[in-house]
């Protein structure tokens, strides 16, 4: 039997099911635009992502970076209003961005104030730890640099060059290196030239003069018109000058006995009561010499054994017997503000030591500080300030510069950080 499928009613109208994307022309359709800046807001999140971490791999190496090796010259001057220059090495790494700004290996001339012990500028001499440079003096406005090409003139206010090196009027032949030029206290910087002759440029003058006669005379067989000048390690005693014809001595406190005193000897008394392990009274050299003149009467001395065969003999038998070669007393640092610097070992044959200041009124010891070795140059400030460059406790190397007040208090002066930028940390 046939059966009938269809549906009982109609089908419904067929409706469109297809739609285009513009629609129909009675009903246009625009496509969705997307907003302006999306893919700039992808782009520029990406670029602030890869830029945050540049600035945290760059930081976190920053904060990372072992600390610069540094160390000392010894050529250093003061300037008229209490400023000390100090020439020094840096080696080491600042980051990423101090490499790229400065280079992290450089001679550098820091100028510290001695009332504070901050540095008021730090400026980069050479880019290369081998090059020739010396503070030689400073007057009110500016310093006197010595380097391997010559004399540089920088303004004490922020360590600007003013003359560059070979370009002072008047030291047109002058030499090259530390060596060829010094300090004369009343006559300025002395300059020695390839010519043999001397010049002079006045502290806070821009240009040199011909020396004076008697300042040539004095300063003849002290300066060499190539090379650089030798450094200058520290140099202790047992017995200095404290001033007139008082002297300060170390002495044992018994006979035999591993440690020692310091007795003064104007009237013998014992500065304090403290003892000390391989004591040594710390010279003062602000004249930067290694030797003392000799006054020694040859004439005489000949005519004495001439006279004397039994004195020839002796001198035959021992050449020193018959000449006191004796060094003079060289002063004691610290004596000009009333003091002196003892350097010892903190425990008998301990490694480390230690330099203490003492009173030369009241024997008290106004302050002590640890080092790692023997105490580098010391000089005299203008303003009764003692400088001494030291190894600190934690480093190998002279790399501190300790500022001793007139009150015998201490404060130390570091060098060679640089901030993120590669500009020196100063703080």
Same mark, same amino acid.
């Given at each position: 039997m046939f059966q009938d499928f269809r549906a009982a009613g109609p089908l419904p109208p067929h409706s469109q099911l297809v739609r285009s994307p513009y629609g129909t022309p009675e009903h246009p359709l625009e496509p969705k635009r997307r907003p302006r800046g999306a893919g700039g807001s992808i782009l520029g999140f990406a670029l602030l992502m890869t830029a945050g971490t540049f600035v945290a791999a760059t930081g976190g190496e920053y904060l990372t970076a072992p600390e610069p090796d540094v160390m000392l010259r010894t050529g250093i001057a003061f300037s008229a209003d209490g400023l000390a220059l100090v020439p020094y090495d840096r080696a080491g790494s600042g980051g990423l961005l101090a490499e790229l700004a400065t280079d992290v290996n450089a001679v550098r001339l820091a100028a510290v104030d001695l009332a504070t012990g901050e540095t008021k500028w730090?400026?980069?001499?050479?880019d290369e730890l081998d090059q020739d440079a010396a503070a030689v003096g400073a007057g009110e406005q500016y310093a006197?640099?010595?380097?391997?090409?010559?004399?540089?003139?920088?303004?004490?206010?922020?360590?600007?060059?003013?003359?560059?090196?070979?370009?002072?009027?008047?030291?047109?032949?002058?030499?090259?290196?530390?060596?060829?030029?010094?300090?004369?206290?009343?006559?300025?910087?002395?300059?020695?030239?390839?010519?043999?002759?001397?010049?002079?440029?006045?502290?806070?003058?821009?240009?040199?003069?011909?020396?004076?006669?008697?300042?040539?005379?004095?300063?003849?067989?002290?300066?060499?018109?190539?090379?650089?000048? /030798?450094?200058?390690?520290?140099m202790t005693t047992t017995e200095a000058s404290i001033g007139e014809d008082a002297t300060v001595r170390v002495e044992p406190t018994a006979a035999g006995a591993v440690t020692s005193r310091l007795v003064v000897s104007e009237d013998g008394r014992a500065l304090g009561t403290g003892t000390y392990s391989e004591a040594a009274i710390v010279l003062d050299q602000t004249q930067a010499t290694t030797a003392w003149d000799l006054d020694l009467d040859v004439d005489g001395l000949i005519e004495?054994?001439?006279?004397?065969?039994?004195?020839?003999?002796?001198?035959?038998?021992?050449?020193?017997?018959?000449?006191?070669?004796?060094?003079?007393?060289?002063?004691?640092?610290?004596?000009? /503000?009333?003091?002196?610097?003892?350097?010892?070992?903190?425990?008998?044959?301990?490694?480390?030591?230690?330099?203490?200041?003492?009173?030369?009124?009241?024997?008290?010891?106004?302050?002590?500080?640890?080092?790692?070795?023997?105490?580098?140059? /010391?000089?005299?400030?203008?303003?009764?300030?003692t400088v001494v460059i030291v190894a600190p406790a934690d480093g190998p190397f002279q /790399?501190?510069?300790?500022?001793?007040?007139?009150?015998g208090s201490v404060d130390r002066a570091e060098f060679g950080a640089l901030d993120l930028l590669g500009d020196p940390d100063t703080h």
């Open positions: 730090d400026v980069q001499l050479a006197y640099i010595a380097t391997a090409e010559g004399l540089e003139i920088r303004d004490l206010d922020d360590g600007a060059l003013v003359t560059g090196a070979g370009d002072v009027p008047g030291l047109e032949g002058a030499g090259t290196g530390t060596a060829a030029y010094g300090l004369d206290p009343a006559a300025g910087v002395v300059a020695l030239g390839f010519d043999g002759a001397f010049r002079t440029v006045a502290l806070d003058a821009l240009e040199a003069v011909p020396a004076d006669p008697a300042v040539a005379e004095a300063w003849t067989g002290r300066l060499a018109a190539e090379g650089a000048a /030798s450094q200058l390690g520290g004495g054994l001439l006279e004397d065969p039994t004195a020839a003999e002796a001198l035959i038998d021992d050449p020193t017997g018959a000449i006191d070669l004796t060094a003079p007393a060289g002063t004691a640092a610290g004596a000009a /503000s009333g003091h002196v610097l003892v350097e010892h070992r903190r425990t008998p044959g301990g490694e480390d030591y230690a330099l203490t200041v003492l009173d030369l009124d009241t024997g008290q010891t106004t302050a002590s500080i640890d080092t790692t070795g023997h105490a580098g140059r /010391s000089m005299t400030a203008p303003g009764g300030q /790399s501190d510069l300790l500022i001793v007040a007139a009150d």
